[in-house]
């Protein structure tokens, strides 16, 4: 079991103010986490290959491919554009130089 010293040492670390009360109670919970950290030792795992991921990823982008659009279509988006300069829509700057 943890010692209230621990327990404080701890709480220093986690940058946590606990007051006289709550120290016991941390010093109950956390030994009982560590407790159970012991159990877990006893289990057999060499047999267990380890993974980062319990499902297989895979890669999910795609590849860019460029598609056409045809001629009507891109004449109606420019007309559609508020604010343009020829066939350029216009945009507000937002890295300034």
Known sequence: ???????????ELARLQLADEELSTFQKELSSILDYFEKLKEVETD????????????????????RG?????INKMI???????????????IIKV
């Open 1 to 11: 079991m943890l010692t209230i010293d621990e327990v404080k040492h701890l709480a």
């Open 47 to 66: 047999s267990i290959l380890p993974t980062a991921y319990a499902l297989e990823n895979k890669n999910v982008f795609r590849e860019d491919e460029e």
């Open 69 to 73: 659009c045809d001629e009507e279509t």
């Open 79 to 93: 007309k559609a554009m508020p604010d343009k300069k020829e066939r350029y829509l216009k945009v507000k700057t």
